[in-house]
């Protein structure tokens, strides 16, 4: 079926934005669709789908709704995505609605001790590995992980939050937490996580990505890198 989408803005995958109309014929955008059904776009946004690279949870008539059409799976679930049977099963669920790519545990069950078994896990459809919602306390396991991964060809997403700063806490110390009584983590606690990370790669050669960064130190070590 053809369509011809008028009035929009368009966001081009490239960068910017214009306003002009999109034709598509079937699924592929082409200059004319001929006689095609005209569709009000007007103070719309036309758009190419979204890709999010870390979900804990897989909705398909949400991710739909909200035009996601694919996405990277965490693997903090249960079981963790530890295994090459799980992570199979992962990898070819939702399909054709959304496409889901899981990324593997670092470690087995995220325990953050024992490496898991990433060169099988990649095999089976993990598009890299992570250390999921925690911190891996223990430097030489980091070290071994990004290395391991280095040579698995795989990235390695880490959690940047000192685990013996950071215990219990749901906010950055500071006035905000304080006012309202919630158990908060100095800022440090992701800049020293992020200095260590940052340090281990470089020794190492691993890719490595900070799945969220919330403070400026954290920033400027980055960019340092």
Request: charged share 20%.
């Amino acid at each position: 079926m053809s369509k011809r989408f008028t009035g929009g803005t368009l966001v081009c995958p490239a960068g910017g934005v214009a306003k002009r109309d999109l034709s598509i014929q079937g699924d592929v955008i082409v200059a004319d669709a001929g006689d095609a059904e005209a569709i009000d776009a007007t103070g719309k946004l036309i758009a190419p789908a979204i890709v999010d690279l870390g979900v804990f949870g897989i909705d398909a008539a949400a991710c739909r709704a909200g035009g996601i059409v694919r996405v990277g799976l965490m693997p903090d679930q249960a079981p963790v995505l530890d295994d090459p049977g799980i992570v199979a099963r992962a990898a070819h669920m939702g399909k054709p609605d959304i496409w889901i790519h899981p990324i593997a545990a670092a470690t087995q069950g995220l325990r953050g001790t024992d490496l898991a078994e990433m060169a099988i896990n990649a095999e089976a459809g993990a598009v890299a590995v992570s250390t999921g919602r925690r911190w891996i306390a223990d430097s030489g396991v980091m070290r071994k992980v990004l290395a391991y991964a280095r040579d698995c060809g795989l990235v390695v997403i880490a959690h940047a939050e000192d685990g013996g700063l950071a215990g219990d806490a749901v906010a950055t110390a500071g006035e905000t937490a304080t006012r309202l009584g919630l158990p908060a983590a100095p800022a440090t606690a992701e800049a020293l996580a992020i200095a260590r990370d940052v340090m281990l790669a470089e020794e190492t050669g691993a890719r490595l990505h900070f799945r969220q960064v919330t403070t400026a130190a954290g920033f400027d070590l980055i960019r340092a890198a």
